[in-house]
């Protein structure tokens, strides 16, 4: 949490495990070659974190979090909450800042948020 590259992949393996970067893959070993550079990244399985209302539901959390990026994490959840006053609450009550933004948020941050906004519709 807080790099530039944490997003929705990197929550949601951080679901399944722990991710880390294993190595780098050269660009001549594809054809044709890109102009990106690839990396091999090791995930090491654990236990998902427990949660009431289940992966489903964090992993709908986390993607309504990150769909509007730059907007505190009370406002881009306002919509899967039903409006501003009842995702604040929410953010609340799981122990969070309510003007802090996704991309600040842990795995088991998203778990506390998904379980107070409760089972979705």
């Known amino acids: 949490p807080g790099s530039r590259v944490y997003g929705v ?3 949601k393996a951080a679901w399944f495990g722990e991710a880390h970067r294993a190595g780098r893959v050269g660009r001549n ?17 654990r236990p998902p974190p427990e ?4 992966r489903e539901r964090v992993f709908e959390v986390v993607e309504a979090a990150f769909g509007q990026r730059r907007k505190m994490i009370r406002s881009s959840l306002a919509a899967l909450a039903g409006s501003v006053a009842a995702a604040e ?4 009550a799981a122990g969070l800042d309510p003007s802090s933004r996704a991309e600040r948020l842990s795995i088991l941050d ?4 998904a379980d ?6």
């Open 9 to 11: 992949p990197s929550v």
């Open 29 to 45: 070993v594809f054809w044709p070659a890109p102009n990106v550079d690839s990396g091999l990244v090791s995930l090491v399985r």
């Open 51 to 54: 949660s009431s209302v289940g």
């Open 89 to 92: 609450a929410a953010v609340v």
């Open 110 to 113: 998203f778990v506390k948020l």
């Open 116 to 121: 107070h906004l409760g089972p979705g519709s």
